[in-house]
């Protein structure tokens, strides 16, 4: 039942560098978010988008959402050390509930 | 961590064992939900409570179970459990049913020998 896949699976930058990390999508939704999870933490939610919004802002963090495509993009500017995570898409799943893909590895290097 | 603690973090039990897993979170939030986190399959929906005595099956159910006597907690249940279950159990809150933001709690290392 697997809904949104991240792609890169792993991502290595220097920091000041900008990410990218995309998200792919099978079925219609209605939203779409972006969580954080730092090593040994849970889960911190970044940012959600709804399916008829295109562009997203929350300070360093830009998501895009290309509903025709089923895709979103979360953009990190700027990048710094402590941005080191993973980061998963959830969206519309299993009866009505959020599913999570499996996340994308950021590495940001000093 | 959003006011949502796990107890305990780590916990080491045999195979065939009862484990107990619990969840309590002062946010007065409606909606909570466990899940499993595991290398190559990312986050699994296991159980979700709706409120009150009000839960149901999330995927993966199979050998779990829950109840939530009080908004704030939310306890799951392994009845005997297999080293499949090994894991890292998530418990989330949200204050918006099915598809809303949620708020997650620090997790629990569970390894079952």
């Known amino acids: 039942s697997q809904q949104g896949e991240e792609d890169p699976q792993a991502l290595s930058i220097q920091e000041g560098e900008n990410a990218t990390m995309n998200c792919s999508y099978k079925t219609s939704i209605n939203n779409l978010q972006w969580y954080r999870q730092n090593s040994g933490r849970g889960l911190v939610h970044l940012i959600l988008?709804?399916?008829?919004?295109r562009e997203k802002h929350s300070g360093r963090l830009r998501v895009t959402l290309d509903t025709s495509k089923k895709s979103s993009s979360l953009l990190i500017t700027a990048s710094r050390a402590a941005d080191t995570a993973s980061y998963f898409c959830?969206?519309?799943?299993?009866?009505?509930?959020?599913?999570f893909g499996q996340g994308t590895e950021l590495s940001v290097k000093p | 961590d959003a006011g949502i603690t796990q107890s305990p973090r780590h916990k080491v039990t045999e195979t065939g064992t009862p484990v107990t897993l619990r969840c309590h979170q002062t946010e007065n939030h409606r909606y909570m939900y466990w899940y499993r986190q595991d290398p190559g399959h990312g986050l699994r929906l296991i159980h979700y409570s709706y409120g009150v005595k009000d839960t149901d099956k999330g995927e993966v159910s199979d050998g779990y179970s829950v109840s939530r006597s009080k908004t704030e907690d939310f306890l799951l249940t392994l009845e005997s459990a297999t080293s499949s279950q090994t894991s890292v159990y998530f418990c989330?809150?949200?204050?918006?049913?099915?598809?809303?933001?949620?708020?997650f709690g620090p997790g629990t290392r569970l390894t079952v020998t």
């Open positions: 989330a809150i949200s204050d918006r049913q099915g598809l809303g933001e949620q708020y």
């Open positions: 988008i709804r399916s008829n919004e």
């Open positions: 959830a969206t519309d799943g299993w009866r009505g509930k959020l599913i």
